[in-house]
């Protein structure tokens, strides 16, 4: 059994109806408990919820002190590709969009990664769009041994795969791997998928459960918000995660929360969740999973991000640049256009502007919101009073 028979089986109406309708007394009552169920999850992201907000605050801060310490872990995400056999209406590296793409070579992974780890960083998401010619398992195999020579902690965002796919990843050196349902409504879900193996929900569903199987030991989950309704989406995320910790338990578990940021397409979400309310599901997820990372990227502004490191967040990106070669310029002689998947002559299309030989770089996943140098988001946890801390953990340590 995998999680989509739970999944299929969730009692969806009852979850939700108590999301949208919880009285303050059902809220106090779920505060009172030190375990909780789902139903309990769901009143804590109810509107009656928002009213004791600085509550639920508190005792998300307090949890996330006991349990994580008074530290926040950073990460980079280093991104390897952005051709992509996918089209989803709300990225930037959809095939269709005639963006300008590139591959780097393995040589300039090394170099990408040796600038972040010049910057501090000793825990890399390689992140790369989906396509089995440019990023063959072979590639990432390479891309991810390169780096586990010098770098602690791999980890990779990439298309999902078979559990045999995953095992030389896992031998190369890779530890964790990250996968967001995008979202858990299943008719929103075909309609943003357009092309593309992505289109199968369920296989990406279980893509956590073969990374497992696979020798994976930290598996990131979470949904895109801005696609459908944020407390469902929230909902199913819990119950994911409720069901990966009880059947995946060697694992670590991170629940992300990022939310629809401008790119090329110009895709607009769908649905809304304001910066409150985002507050509040960062205080149910904590309260909810108070052994679970959260996870925070630069899809958030600088000032939200401050105020929301000390409430629940355990781990985050900085300085992050989208684009394959951000931080050293890597690639850029090999940029090409492409439109509806076709490589064309650089400069044919107006959204992607000049092309190859003039230095452009190439086009970005999505726009970042909170530009901060590495330098400064460090102090500023330091001066909240925390710990940045760059290395996610120690192989040693869970052997
Ligand atoms: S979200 Fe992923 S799979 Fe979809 S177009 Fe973007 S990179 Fe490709």
């Not at 929230?234 to 060697?250: D, F, G, I, N, S």
Request: proline share 5%; with cysteine.
């Amino acid at each position: 059994m995998s999680f989509v028979s739970e999944f299929n089986a969730l009692p969806v109406p009852t979850l939700l109806q108590q999301s949208r309708t919880a009285g303050v007394a059902a809220v106090r009552e779920t505060l009172t408990r030190d375990r909780l169920s789902l139903l309990d999850f769901a009143r804590l992201i109810s509107p009656a919820a928002t009213e004791l907000l600085e509550h639920l605050g508190r005792r998300s801060q307090v949890l996330t002190r006991q349990r994580f310490g008074k530290v926040i872990r950073l990460f980079a995400p280093l991104y390897l590709s952005n051709e992509c056999i996918n089209n989803c209406k709300y990225c930037g590296f959809s095939r269709d969009n005639p963006i300008l793409r590139v591959t780097l070579s393995v040589d300039e992974v090394r170099r990408e990664a040796r600038a972040l780890a010049g910057q501090g960083f000793r825990n890399i998401l390689l992140v790369a769009g989906e396509h089995p010619k440019f990023v063959s398992n072979g590639y990432l195999a390479e891309c991810v041994a390169a780096l586990h020579e010098e770098t602690p902690s791999v980890s990779l965002e990439v298309g999902p795969m078979e559990i045999a796919e995953y095992r030389p990843l896992v031998t190369a050196g890779a530890d964790g791997l990250v996968v967001y349902q995008e979202t858990y409504d299943r008719a929103v879900y075909d309609d943003m998928h357009t092309a593309g193996p992505k289109r199968n929900f369920d296989w990406r569903m279980e893509t956590p459960e073969r990374a497992y199987a696979a020798g994976f030991r930290r598996l990131g989950i979470g949904a895109l918000y801005g696609l459908a309704d944020w407390r469902y989406e929230a909902l199913c995320v819990a119950a994911h995660a409720e069901y990966l910790l009880r059947t995946c338990w060697k694992a670590a578990l991170t629940i992300s929360l990022p939310r629809l940021r401008p790119c090329a397409g110009e895709f607009h979400p769908l649905t809304h969740i304001s910066d409150r309310e985002l507050v509040q599901l960062v205080c149910a997820f904590r309260l909810m999973f108070p052994d679970v990372g959260l996870v925070l990227s630069t899809r958030e502004p600088a000032k939200l991000r401050d105020g929301l490191f000390p409430l629940g967040i355990t781990l985050i990106s900085a300085g992050s640049h989208t684009e394959p070669g951000g931080y050293t310029g890597a690639g850029r002689e090999n940029i090409h256009q492409t439109v509806r998947g076709r490589i064309v002559e650089a400069g044919a299309s107006e959204w992607a502007g000049p092309g190859k030989g003039d230095n452009t770089p190439a086009t970005g996943q999505f726009n970042i919101a909170d530009d901060r140098s590495v330098e400064e988001v460090a102090r500023q946890i330091q001066q909240l009073g925390y710990e940045p801390v760059w290395k996610d953990w120690d192989a040693a340590l869970m052997t």
